[in-house]
């Protein structure tokens, strides 16, 4: 989330989220990002506005806020075709991409919306990011959003095509990330306003302390890698000591005046061809130049600069703890409003494992609990026993949703990887499958429309997934429609 997600979720880059970036509104490792497509490939940018409730679990609380959705309608069949809904994750919602949804929606003869999520983008419901002011934002509070906006869609769509109003198109619910955790939590609180789910590498674990992050990145850059990578932490660590300043201006972080939020970053970079599908951008120069007997440091900071800045817009500032404090709304928000989420209701914390670890040991719980601490006040927590408990983790307990995941992707371990026949589970295998590679294809820089599976290294497995997903939404959207028509 490094988040998706930046989604992921979930650890971090800043990510230029201008139109004009390449990778807009794919954020980095931390939030474990949802975001799907480069700038400009879009099926619509078209934004239209609904009047949400502001806090759905009080009885005295009236207030609204103007959220933002998007519709594209060219592939419905009138008036019975599905509904396709995308949910939007922990950043801007800045159009409904095309990826390999859109080619779903072709195929099914579907509409698609989507949903910004509460407080990122344009829907924030307060002028400032005041640690009171985010006491609304929560996926409780997201998932009754999604659910009161279902029904408001249906109750237009309705009064558009002049039907009555006690008609239902069937609905299909998609997520990637930490939005595909919203996918599946959906179907989970709302069964009778979904025929089903697909949740895309879906965090519906929280988890307190995910070591299996680091772990899962040593795994998937292979033995050949990962001791260089271990390397190169090491040598920065010594390089902090030695020239603090010097260290950090190779990787234009000077503004990061703690230590352990550089080493994080330092860490994150390493995650981010890992997570998105191209490991080998990362580890082909760095044994080379291992073998080489080249300067490692500079080695790695040529591939942050060239790679991780120059493709994916990232940025030192998204670790800066005078940016996480900024209470101003700004499409930059979004590491403010993922922090908080992790802070309070998931936590992710990407600590290093007490074994073999790659990232540094100072990145442990201790200091993600300080940095809590240090945004958002007092007593901050992150309730990981509540979450699951509310919403099942990885024994969650629905039907009819469809679990993806890429065999390389940190993020599959809060994810359910176990299959059932109410819960199909499948993992897409191949060197270059990250997160969301069933819809995104991989690799994933630049984003690839329609998410084509070609660029996989082996696209039969992205492809076996996709047609599993297919044969799913098929089934379960016939059986929809028969409970519609019985009901009618």
Sequence with gaps: MTTAIGFALLTTFTVLLSST???????????????????????????????????????????????????????????????????????????????YLSVLAKKFEAGVVSLEHRYYGKSSPFNSLSSE?????????????????????????????????????????????????????????????????LASSAV?????????????????????????????????????????????????????????????????????????????????????AKKNGSDLVEAYAKYVREYCVEVFGLSAKTYSRKHLLDTAVTPESADRLWWFQTCTEVAYFQVAPANDSIRSHQINTEYHLDLCKSLFGEGVYPEVDATNLYYGGDRIAATKIVFTNGSQDPWRHASKQTSSPDLPSYIVNCHNCGHGSDLRGCPQSPMII??????????????????????HIDLWLSECRGVLRSSI
């Design 450 to 471: 329609e998410g084509d599976s070609k660029n996989c290294s082996s696209p039969d497995a992205v492809n076996k997934v996709r047609q599993h997903i297919i044969e």
């Design 21 to 99: 970036s390449l990778s807009d509104g794919l954020l980095q490792p931390r939030r474990i990002s949802h975001g799907l497509s480069a700038s400009g490939k879009y099926l619509t940018r078209d934004e239209l506005w609904f009047n949400q409730t502001l806090d759905h679990f009080s009885p005295y609380d009236h207030r609204k806020f103007g959220q933002r959705y998007y519709e594209y309608l060219d592939h419905l069949r009138v008036p019975d075709g599905p509904i396709f809904l995308m949910i939007c994750g922990e950043g801007p919602c800045n159009g409904i991409p095309n990826d």
């Design 204 to 288: 519906v674990r929280a988890v307190y302390e995910y070591y299996e992050y680091d772990q899962q990145i040593g795994e998937s850059v292979g033995p050949e890698c990962k001791p260089v990578l271990q390397e190169i932490n090491k040598l920065v660590e010594l390089g902090l000591k030695v020239n603090n300043k010097a260290m950090k201006a190779l990787f234009n972080a000077t503004e990061l005046d703690v230590d352990a939020d550089f080493l994080y970053l330092i860490a994150d970079a390493q995650v981010v061809a890992v997570q998105y599908g191209n490991p080998d951008k990362l580890c082909v120069p760095l044994v080379e």
């Design 133 to 197: 002011n985010l006491k609304f934002l929560s996926s409780k509070q997201a998932l009754s959003d999604l659910a009161a906006f279902r029904e408001y869609y249906q109750e237009s769509l309705n009064v558009k095509l002049n039907r009555s109003g006690s008609v239902d198109n069937p609905w299909f619910f998609f997520g990637a990330s930490y939005s595909g955790a919203l996918s599946a939590w959906f179907r989970l609180k709302f069964p009778h306003l979904t025929c089903g789910s």
